[in-house]
């Protein structure tokens, strides 16, 4: 497709259990993002992947989070040991290019993550 | 650090009224300000951008948006809403240089009322 495809597009699990997140950006794109969105908290920065710069871990909220991106392209977005705080929608995007002035993220649809 | 605040958490509008939503953000220099709108079960996806020149901005779907630097603020307008219109907006700003980390306000839920 063309656009930037999440799977899975819901994901229930139990509080304890690790999950996985995959994120297909747009074909070409070098730049992927990770944001969390929370009920009432807006879109929280989580994790940028630039080409095979170091990625800026920054928004990471804990060590249970971690992300890796394979090839430039399909990144994984890992949660362990996932605790009921962590249910959110999970969004990816992509962009054309760092640095470029055009600054727009194009966005999946998101993986719903509900911890029971 | 850069943060963006929308005052509003919601508001209801009558198909046919104009439509104001602000966004005001804190930055030092100046910024990349964004507006992007989410329809339910769906990603965001850019309505309208500001990076220098013009201070008002036009979009896609008939949005415009202001940039105010003595207010620190880049409030979306639109003229008449359809009903179409209903969603969750966005605002986001982005500093300049190497940082291309974008900061999202917390939204405003827009309801229309035929």
């Known amino acids: 497709g063309a656009g930037v495809s999440q799977s899975p597009s819901n994901k229930v699990t139990e509080k304890g259990k690790d999950v996985e997140l995959r994120c297909d950006p747009i074909?070409?794109?070098?730049?992927l993002y990770w944001y969390r969105q929370s009920l009432g908290q807006g879109l929280e920065f989580l994790i940028y992947?630039?080409?095979?710069?170091?990625?800026?871990k920054s928004g990471l909220p804990s060590d249970r989070f971690s992300a890796e991106r394979t090839g430039g392209s399909v990144s994984t977005l890992t949660i362990q040991r996932t605790q009921q705080e962590d249910s959110a929608v999970y969004l990816c995007a992509s962009s054309p290019r760092a640095g470029g002035r055009t600054g727009e993220l194009f966005f999946g649809e998101g993986s719903r993550l509900t911890v029971l | 650090a850069q943060s963006v605040t929308q005052p509003d958490i919601h508001i209801t509008v009558s198909e046919g009224a104009s439509l104001e939503l602000r966004c005001n953000y804190s930055?030092?220099?100046?910024?990349?300000l964004f507006w992007y709108v989410q329809s339910p079960g769906q990603g965001l996806q850019l309505l309208l951008k500001?990076?220098?020149?013009?201070?008002l901005v036009q979009g896609i779907k008939g949005f415009e948006a202001e940039f105010k630097r003595s207010q620190s603020s880049f409030n979306l307008r639109k003229p008449s809403v359809h009903w179409s219109d209903a969603a969750e907006y966005f605002c986001a700003v982005r500093s300049g240089g190497s940082n291309y980390k974008l900061t999202f306000g917390k939204g405003t839920l827009l309801t229309v009322n035929p």
């Open positions: 930055y030092g220099a100046t910024p990349y």
């Open positions: 074909s070409g794109h070098t730049a």
């Open positions: 992947f630039q080409g095979n710069s170091a990625p800026d």
């Open positions: 500001y990076f220098s020149g013009d201070t």
